[in-house]
């Protein structure tokens, strides 16, 4: 693949994305990439990707799932805010989540956070009706 990154927002608000399997060759997803994707449901992260961007799904309503992988080590500032997630596992490998990453999840009720995690931010999981919280050591 000899797509190595997308500008910031280079997706904004593309209402009519569903599913997007991202090239092998990212290592990062940029801010704001799918912001406003109001219809993007799936996305498909590469095993290359270190870095999740500020804001890079926010207010994607209908985004359900997302397997965060291993590579992943920064989770940015409002990324998942306002998703559809049900459940969220954050592996070993992030170290940092940024401020309200998870912030108006309405249906997240479980969330996993691994051992690597160094910093989370204020209001990460301010979310509505949350049942479960794990904290691995």
């Known amino acids: 693949n000899s797509i190595k990154s997308f500008g910031n927002g280079a997706f904004s608000s593309c209402t009519s994305l569903k599913t997007v399997i991202l090239p092998e060759g990212i290592t990062s997803i940029e801010n704001g990439l799918f912001s ?35 590579s992943i080590i920064e989770i940015g500032t409002y990324a998942f805010n306002d998703t559809a997630l049900t459940s969220v596992t954050i592996p070993n490998s992030v170290v940092c989540i940024g401020e309200q990453a998870f912030r108006d999840c309405a249906q997240l009720r479980y969330a996993k956070i691994g051992s690597g995690v160094k910093y989370i931010g204020e209001l990460i999981f301010y979310c509505y009706k949350f049942y479960v919280f794990k904290v691995l050591s």
Do not use: R
Not at 42 to 69: H, M, Q, R, W, Y
């Open 36 to 70: 406003g994707c109001i219809n993007l449901q799936n996305i498909i992260i590469p095993d290359k990707v270190t870095k999740i961007g500020d804001s890079a799904f926010n207010t994607c309503t209908n985004l359900e799932t997302v397997e965060i992988p291993e």
